[in-house]
DNA sequence: GCCAACGTTGGC
DNA sequence: GCCAACGTTGGC
């Protein structure tokens, strides 16, 4: 899941009560999908900051609660306003999202070294999606090669 | 700031 | 349903 860090970074994130954050301002209807139907409670996520000067996996988090609606499309004041959204059917769905700790920055250069990881959605040509799914293979490969691997 | 890639909108 | 125009994303 993707998020610029100058909006919640995963410090902002584990500085948060229960370290854990709505995940608001998703307005793509792929990505909401992603989050209304594919997620389960406890399900594992990488915390990517994106629009940043260091593009790259920051933490790991989990997935802390079933889909609900972003309160932020009704909040006339938000940036993520929905005019057109209707509270009886909302159109725009989150999920809480908890932090469960930084790593050190993977970066876009770093993920593309390895053959296990190419076909990865984030690294495809053209990807915008700011919430998409990684197999239980891509999972395993960061989490235990390189997120733990000897500090270089 | 640039720009490729993609999603959305809306006229027809 | 098509598709041109437009807006957004996000790495660089």
């Given at each position: 899941m993707k998020s610029e860090p100058d909006e919640v970074s995963i410090d902002d994130a584990l500085a948060a009560p229960d370290q854990t954050v709505a995940w608001t301002g998703v307005r793509n209807y792929q990505a909401r999908n992603f989050m209304r139907d594919a997620m389960r409670v406890g399900d594992g996520v990488f915390f990517y900051h994106s629009s940043c000067a260091q593009p790259g996996i920051a933490g790991v988090a989990e997935v802390a609660s079933t889909a609900y609606p972003d309160p932020t499309q009704f909040d006339?004041?938000?940036?993520?306003?929905?005019?057109?959204?209707d509270p009886a059917h909302a159109r725009w769905m989150l999920v809480d999202i908890r932090a469960v700790k930084k790593t050190r920055l993977i970066g876009l250069p770093e993920l593309r070294l390895h053959a296990e990881l190419e076909e990865m959605i984030l690294l495809k040509k053209g990807n915008r999606l700011s919430v998409m799914p990684v197999t239980s293979d891509e999972w395993y490969y960061i989490t235990k090669k390189l997120i733990n691997k000897n500090k270089q």
């Open positions: 006339s004041a938000s940036l993520y306003y929905d005019p057109k959204s």
